[in-house]
Nanobody
Framework: QVQLGESGGGLVQAGDSLRLSCSAS????????MGWFRQVPGKEREFVAA??????STYYADSVKGRFSISRDNSMVYLLMNSLKPADTAVYYC???????????????????WGQGTQVTVSS
């Protein structure tokens, strides 16, 4: 089993930067990749970014491409968010994929473990 915990959320102004962190613990050897999703009340959770632990390949939603950057350092995964917009306001969730899990990195059902979420609020 893998446990994930996010930190780094908060209240910022439009144009500011923020870095989210996700710590993975437990059987981290079973992790194939990790991602970030976000959700606002009344809407479905949407993909933000992901990284393959095997290849280091990264994936981004079109809405954050060029502004957000995902990286990994051992069992930590980071999401650096630049040029934040009010539309980026959401609860951000860290997620992990088990080895040999099918599906692409963009799909919520491709992930096996989830953190509790951290709130990011961007004021205009």
């Amino acid at each position: 089993q893998v446990q994930l915990g996010e930190s780094g959320g908060g209240l910022v102004q439009a144009g500011d930067s923020l870095r989210l962190s996700c710590s993975a613990s437990g059987r981290t050897s079973s992790i194939n990749g990790m991602g970030w999703f976000r959700q606002v009340p009344g809407k479905e959770r949407e993909f933000v970014a992901a990284i393959s632990w095997r290849t280091g390949s990264t994936y981004y939603a079109d809405s954050v491409k060029g502004r957000f950057s995902i990286s990994r350092d051992n069992s930590m995964v980071y999401l650096l968010m630049n040029s934040l917009k009010p539309a980026d306001t959401a609860v951000y969730y860290c997620s992990g994929r088990r080895l040999f899990t099918g599906g692409d990195y963009f799909t919520e059902s491709s992930y096996n473990w989830w953190g509790q979420g951290t709130q990011v609020t961007v004021s205009s």
